[in-house]
């Protein structure tokens, strides 16, 4: 059976908890392989929505064993209140399982993740202030707090001395900040310790021994393609890998078990925080967008910034991932409008530029070159197939499928679970 990689193709937010959703009454793991709680899932079922932010979206299906893998920096303070709150609604949370090998966002994470924001200024990068950053700079810098950690007082006070005796300094004399205990962060650490205890395990292990027994495993990633430290619009961008490859590294599973790559895209674009966005709008159009759509960011709240279809980054997001499939989600959302501009290329010094600028200056200065296609006006959230759609929201699908570079195997037409059209299965 296969093992499928799920992942955002633009720069998050595209719609993934949705997507893993729908997948996951059919998979036995669903797999969180990087990021943290500054990542959001907005998942409907029937009346009920749900809004995840570090918990795995398969956690809502029944039957499905919810993985949070060693790539996740996990806030325990963040995750047992978010599991809190779906017991309380009747959600069994009992089958989580997480990594050993996670690393934890302790207080003085989010401290700097805080100051530092705000010490740059203007040059802010726009992150959600929750300690990410930094807890993966320390897990580079090998000073890190992981899980299995909490369960050996010595070492957990010796680690916290260890990455308190710069930090503090840092606090102190460069950010004029008060300088934080290392007792009080031990002891609040420990805290987590029994409350946690009955979901942490060998997780590569399990998905691999899984993997042997022929069990379908999804793998989840937060945040999007153009997010990638590595592949995304350095510097604006997150502190892990989203892309495929993160997955196979944040879960401790080689890269030949993995047989298909799904890349989540939305029917147009959108964005949170700062960084270039070459179809940003700011008219009527892009107010319409974030009005329609909902775009309200899950986990920060903030404003999404929105704007056309972007084929460029699309075609970006096929080649890094080595996409297999796109479900294309919010086509609803569209409906109303006479014509509907697609980025296909960009300008960039008089010249026309169909493939991302590796270089970041031209990226900053890249001008959408727009094809315009004709729109539909039909009610399309109760389309059950391809052909139920109307003939201009089935040619804009069309379009857009050629321009990615990889086939659209669904289609989401609504916000709720069963608002999906589903063209070729992913299992």
Not at 8 to 17: I, L, N, R
Not at 27 to 49: E, I, P
Not at 260 to 282: D, M, N, Q
Not at 349 to 358: A, F
Request: proline share 5%.
């Amino acid at each position: 059976m296969p093992a499928l990689v799920l992942l955002g193709a633009q720069w998050g937010d595209e719609g993934k908890g949705k997507a893993t959703d729908l997948l996951g009454g059919s998979v036995d793991y669903v797999v969180r392989y990087q990021g943290g709680n500054n990542a959001g899932h907005t998942v409907v079922v029937g009346d009920q929505k749900y809004a995840l932010h570090l918990l795995p979206s398969g956690i809502l299906s029944p039957g499905c064993t919810p993985v949070i893998g060693n790539g996740v920096v996990v806030d325990p303070s963040v995750l047992l209140s978010e599991l809190s709150g779906l017991n309380e609604r009747g959600v069994d949370t009992s089958k989580l399982l997480i990594s050993g090998n996670a690393h934890i966002i302790t207080p003085y994470n989010v401290t700097v993740d805080k100051v530092t924001e705000r010490f740059l200024g203007k040059r802010k990068i726009g992150t959600t202030g929750r300690g990410i950053g930094p807890t993966y700079a320390d897990k580079i810098n090998r000073v890190g707090i992981r899980v299995q950690d909490l369960y050996d007082e010595s070492i957990l006070t010796q680690k916290v001395e260890a990455a308190l005796d710069a930090k503090n300094q840092l606090l102190t004399k460069l950010y004029n900040r008060r300088a934080i205990a290392v007792d009080q962060v031990v002891e609040e650490l420990l805290g987590y310790a029994e409350k946690l205890a009955p979901y942490v395990t060998d997780t590569v292990l399990v998905l691999n021994q899984a993997l042997e027994q022929n069990k379908v495993v999804l793998f989840e990633g937060g945040q999007g393609t153009l997010l990638d430290i590595d592949h995304g619009t350095y510097p604006f961008v997150t502190s892990s890998n989203p892309t495929a490859g993160g997955a196979c590294t944040g879960a401790g599973v080689g890269p030949t078990k993995i047989s298909r790559v799904i890349g989540i895209l939305k029917a147009y674009t959108t964005r949170v925080g700062s960084g270039p966005f070459p179809t940003e709008l700011f008219d009527e159009d892009g107010a319409a967008l974030r009005r329609i759509g909902g775009e309200r960011g899950v986990t920060t709240g903030r404003d999404r910034r929105c704007g056309w279809f972007d084929a460029v980054i699309a075609r970006y997001a096929t080649r890094v991932n080595g996409l297999t499939d796109f479900f294309l989600t919010k086509l609803d959302v569209l409906t109303g409008w006479e014509e509907i501009p697609v980025c296909v290329a960009y300008e960039i010094d008089g010249k026309r530029v169909e493939e991302l600028p590796y270089s970041q200056s031209d990226f900053h200065h890249a001008k959408p070159v727009y094809e315009t296609l004709p729109g539909w006006s039909e009610d399309i959230t109760k389309a059950k197939s391809f052909s139920d759609l109307p003939k201009n929201a089935q040619a804009y699908v069309k379009a857009l499928e050629e321009m990615s570079g990889a086939p659209i195997s669904a289609i989401g037409v609504g916000p709720g679970r069963d608002e999906t059209i589903e063209i070729n299965s992913f299992l």
